[in-house]
T-cell receptor, first 112, second 114 residues
Framework: DAKTTQPPSMDCAEGRAANLPCNHSTISGNEYVYWYRQIHSQGPQYIIHGLKNNETNEMASLIITEDRKSSTLILPHATLRDTAVYYCIVRVGGTGGFKTIFGAGTRLFVKA | DVKVTQSSRYLVKRTGEKVFLECVQDMDHENMFWYRQDPGLGLRLIYFSYDVKMKEKGDIPEGYSVSREKKERFSLILESASTNQTSMYLC?????????????FGPGTRLTVT
């Protein structure tokens, strides 16, 4: 699975959009980009995933660059409850998570 | 809703004890995983299983073993607990069917070995 690089921490004002970047320059053609988040003292929670098209769901939007070497997770209107560690992962689709590698992630602080 | 449960939220054991951590999922998922999480190191994969009685080593299997006798249950075993195994242990499951394939995580077990 490709390695990802994320900033260690970010701040965001409540009500503003939070844009979390991820670099995955060694991604291969059959690898998907997945985002999870982990709120303190809980297990990680799935947010969204994509292959090459931009994706949106009730939680967030995922923007993947045309060369697929980086992506951005967007929380459109961040709330205090979005304070968490956000993990960007790339892995082959269809394997159900074999050897999914979680890095250190980005710690997002949403401030009032 | 998918539910992944772990037998304990907090556990304290002595050095040298045999420790069993149990994980149960109720969604008939084929794949199950054990991770440990330590400050500054993120989640590290210990073992995973893609079917009953099947197991594969992850990145840090040393000092651990696993058992999967039933599809819904995946056990992590510390044969002789040591203080460097003090950590948060997270279990996850995922399906091999359908398009999403994301992992569902349990709440975690915080193990302290004294």
């Amino acid at each position: 699975d490709a390695k990802t690089t994320q900033p260690p921490s970010m701040d965001c004002a409540e009500g503003r959009a939070a844009n979390l970047p991820c670099n995955h320059s060694t991604i291969s053609g059959n690898e998907y980009v997945y985002w999870y988040r982990q709120i303190h003292s809980q297990g990680p929670q799935y947010i969204i995933h994509g292959l090459k098209n931009n994706e949106t769901n009730e939680m967030a939007s995922l923007i993947i660059t045309e060369d697929r070497k980086s992506s951005t997770l967007i929380l459109p209107h961040a709330t205090l409850r979005d304070t968490a560690v956000y993990y960007c992962i790339v892995r082959v689709g269809g394997t159900g998570g074999f050897k999914t590698i979680f890095g250190a992630g980005t710690r997002l602080f949403v401030k009032a | 809703d998918v539910k992944v449960t772990q037998s304990s939220r907090y556990l304290v054991k002595r050095t040298g004890e045999k420790v069993f951590l149990e994980c149960v999922q109720d969604m008939d998922h084929e794949n199950m995983f054990w991770y440990r999480q330590d400050p500054g190191l993120g989640l590290r994969l210990i073992y995973f299983s893609y079917d009953v009685k099947m197991k594969e080593k992850g990145d840090i299997p040393e000092g651990y073993s696993v058992s999967r006798e039933k599809k819904e249950r995946f056990s992590l075993i510390l044969e002789s607990a040591s203080t460097n195994q003090t950590s948060m242990y997270l279990c996850a499951s995922s399906s091999r069917q359908g398009g999403r394939r994301e992992q569902y995580f349990g709440p975690g077990t915080r193990l302290t070995v004294t």
